[in-house]
């Protein structure tokens, strides 16, 4: 199997700031040609967007990844250019050396030894590569499963190649993710002199009894796979900041990460009976970023966490820990879907990188788990 350092290089050195591919996809789409792949390139306003497949049997299995990278940050601080690859003390910088390039070029060189050592192989493969992941995450991989939805075309397999291990590769699959829900309330108060309180109404005093309830409310317990929901206020603002006038209203910010223990509704619903319990007049909007998904184990999980067992020793723990991912989006037409990828201690960070053994292992992995779900 070749190496994917190569590719990985090619990928880094291309500065595909979200929602900016800068040719990526392009590079991409002409390995996959040349192994058979038919590619569909799909533009949704600034984002890029890739599915590519082989075959038209069943299962399906598919790799999912994203060529956009965080920006750099103070360039000087970085210890070389964020967007040429280098090797130094056996590691791979660059930006995307570790979310995710360095997945992405894994899979590629994975598939394309796949295919030269079994041409003929059962089932079909794809790749669902967006621009998007880094950024709003709204014309990435969500348009492209909403296309495939229409066309009729689901999933069985999927392995999202996000950084997922921890300490080494291969301590931690993650089969799942908690759901992400966000609010923006508006509390309405009278602005007022603070001389004269029984002319205005605070809002922020107003809101202390709820806000004191819902820091302290167990949404649920969690089960063995999720840990318990939490709600978290990340913003709060009130006033002009003068020091003598009572805030005609506040605003607060806040977020819930919750399993499937607790539905959407149910969360909103009693979010908003303890507001109207306390008798407050506000406003709220509500976002839903996605709603959480799990893979219990079966074909995939054994499939991948064999692979890793075989390459490297290790066990793999389950995890439904961290933030979201494109599988919250592709769970909706895939009912196996776990990410799979490198270390995360430098993602998002200056000097990003991957060790290079980490580069190599990488590809073997993605293989064992194509030969053992696709025989």
């Known amino acids: ?44 306003g600034e984002v890029s967007n890739l599915w590519a497949r082989r ?39 660059g930006r995307g050396a570790a979310d995710m390039k360095s997945s992405i070029a894994a899979f590629l060189v994975a598939v394309e030894a796949f295919v030269r050592e079994r041409p003929a192989h059962s089932g079909s493969i794809a790749l ?5 992941e880094e950024g709003p995450s709204v014309d990435g991989t969500a348009r492209v499963v909403e ?36 609010g923006h309330l508006t509390v ?21 009894p709820a806000l004191a309830e819902l820091t302290a409310a167990r949404w649920d317990e969690g089960d063995q796979f999720f840990p318990p ?46 507001l109207r319990k306390h008798g407050l007049d506000y406003e709220l909007r509500w976002s839903l970023s996605g709603n959480p998904f799990l893979t219990p184990p079966g074909n995939l999980v054994d499939a991948v966490k064999h692979a890793i067992h075989a390459s490297t020793g290790r066990t793999p723990e389950l995890s ?17 879907v776990v990410e799979f990828g490198p270390p995360n201690a430098t993602i998002h960070k200056l000097n990003e990188n991957i060790e290079l053994q980490v580069l190599e292992q990488l590809p073997r992995i993605y293989l064992d788990t194509l030969r053992r779900l696709l025989p």
Not at 13 to 18: A, F, K
Not at 128 to 132: A, F, G, H, K, M
Not at 197 to 206: D, F, T
Not at 236 to 253: F, K, M, R, V, Y
């Open 320 to 336: 439904t820990t961290g933030g979201t991912s494109d599988g919250r989006f592709i769970a909706a037409i895939c009912r196996q």
């Open 1 to 44: 199997m070749e190496s994917p350092l190569e590719l990985a290089q090619a990928l880094i050195g291309r500065p595909s700031i979200t929602p900016d591919d800068a040719g990526c996809q392009a590079l991409i789409a002409d390995r996959l040609e040349a192994a058979g792949f038919t590619c569909e390139h799909i533009r949704c």
């Open 188 to 208: 309405r108060g009278i602005q007022a002199h603070i001389a004269y309180p029984h002319l205005g109404r605070n809002p922020i005093h107003m809101l202390a």
């Open 55 to 93: 075959g038209a049997a069943r299962p399906l299995l598919a790799f999912a990844g994203h060529t956009d990278v965080v920006p750099p940050g103070p360039l000087e601080q970085w210890q070389s250019d964020p967007f040429v690859p280098t090797i130094r003390d056996g590691r791979l910088f």
């Open 128 to 132: 669902l590569i967006t621009s998007d």
């Open 229 to 274: 929901t939490v709600w978290q206020v990340s913003n709060i603002h009130a006033g002009t900041g003068a020091t003598n006038l009572i805030p005609g209203s506040l605003e607060l910010d806040f977020n819930f990460r919750f399993c499937t223990a607790s539905p959407e509704n149910s969360l909103r619903e009693r979010f908003e009976a303890i």
């Open 147 to 182: 296309l495939l939805r229409q066309r009729g075309e689901s999933l069985d397999y999927c392995i999202v190649g996000e950084p997922s291990s921890v300490a080494l590769l291969g301590d931690m699959i993650k089969n799942g993710r908690r759901g992400s829900l966000s």
